[in-house]
C-alpha cells in the first residue's frame, strides 16, 4: 500500500522535469486583438522547457483572435490577481503583452468576447516605456487551434479507504472523470500516442491510445499541476 499523493509526486516530479510544454484551452473564450491585422498568421518560435534548452522550441500560430481561459480574465479584480483585467495588461506566453479594451454578452449576460489591444515593441521584451507586466497566461488560436476531447480524470474514490466504508458506493467520486471540448496548439497534431506533455498551468496530459485521431484529438490527464486533495483530506 501506498499513499496516492506519494505516487502522484513522483509521477509530477517526473513530467516536471522531461515532459515538454505546450497550451491549450480547457474552457475558452474569445480574444479579439483589434489592432492586429485581419488575417495575419504570425508564428512565434515557444520553447519546449523553460529550464532546457536543448529541448528546443516549436512554432506557434498567432492570429488576431485567440482563445484564453473564462477564469483568466475578470472586468474587475485585486493586485493579487494576475492574469487578464478589463483596462490592464498581461502577457501572452511566448508572446505579446495585450490591454483589455471592452467585451460583449449573449443574451444571459454572459461575456462571449473580450475585445483587446497588443503593444507590436513587447514580443521575448519588457514595455520600453518601464511599465511592469506581472502576469502571464496561456493562450491558443482561435483560426489556428485545433478542437480537442480533454478527458480529466480524478481518482474513484472521495476517501482513502473506501472498504472501511458501510457502502462503499456511496464514496465513489462523481468527479472521477469529467469531459470538456477545448481548444490546443497545432504542433499536438503529430503528438505520439501517450507522450506525456505538460500543457502550461493544467497539468500533465498524454494522448488517448485508442480514441485520439488527427482530426479528433483526445488527451487524458495524468496528474494535476499540484496535490488539489492536500487540503480536502486534511479536513
Known amino acids: 500500500m501506498i499513499e496516492m499523493s506519494a505516487l502522484e509526486s513522483c509521477i509530477r516530479d517526473d513530467l516536471n522535469e522531461n515532459a515538454p510544454r505546450a497550451m491549450?484551452?480547457?474552457?475558452?473564450?474569445?480574444?479579439?486583438?483589434?489592432?492586429?491585422?485581419?488575417?495575419?498568421?504570425?508564428?512565434?518560435?515557444?520553447?519546449?522547457?523553460?529550464?532546457?534548452?536543448?529541448?528546443?522550441?516549436?512554432?506557434?500560430?498567432f492570429t488576431r483572435e485567440i482563445w484564453i481561459e473564462r477564469e483568466d480574465f475578470r472586468e474587475e479584480a485585486n493586485k493579487k490577481y494576475k492574469r487578464l483585467v478589463l483596462g490592464k495588461e498581461v502577457r501572452l506566453r511566448g508572446a505579446y503583452v495585450i490591454k483589455a479594451q471592452g467585451v460583449e454578452r449573449d443574451a444571459e449576460g454572459n461575456i462571449t468576447t473580450i475585445f483587446c489591444t497588443y503593444d507590436v515593441d513587447t514580443l521575448g521584451k519588457n514595455p520600453s516605456d518601464g511599465r511592469k507586466v506581472k502576469g502571464v497566461i496561456h493562450w491558443v488560436s482561435?483560426?489556428?487551434?485545433?478542437?480537442?476531447?480533454?478527458?480529466l480524470y480524478d481518482r474513484l474514490f472521495t476517501v482513502a479507504n473506501p472498504a472501511a466504508a458501510d457502502n462503499f458506493a456511496?464514496?465513489?467520486n462523481p468527479e472521477s472523470l469529467i469531459k470538456l471540448n477545448g481548444f490546443v496548439?497545432?504542433?499536438?497534431v503529430s503528438a505520439q500516442v501517450e507522450r506525456g506533455f505538460q500543457f502550461e498551468r493544467m497539468g500533465y496530459f498524454c494522448v488517448d491510445a485508442k480514441d485520439s485521431q488527427p482530426q479528433a484529438l483526445v488527451f487524458n490527464r495524468t496528474v494535476g499541476l499540484r496535490d488539489t486533495w492536500a487540503k480536502i483530506e486534511a479536513k
Do not use: C, W, Y
Open 170 to 172: 456511496e464514496t465513489i
Open 185 to 188: 496548439e497545432p504542433s499536438l
Open 24 to 61: 491549450a484551452v480547457l474552457d475558452p473564450v474569445r480574444v479579439v486583438i483589434e489592432n492586429f491585422e485581419q488575417g495575419k498568421v504570425e508564428s512565434l518560435t515557444v520553447a519546449n522547457h523553460p529550464n532546457k534548452p536543448e529541448m528546443g522550441g516549436r512554432e506557434v500560430p
Open 142 to 151: 482561435a483560426e489556428k487551434g485545433l478542437p480537442a476531447e480533454v478527458r
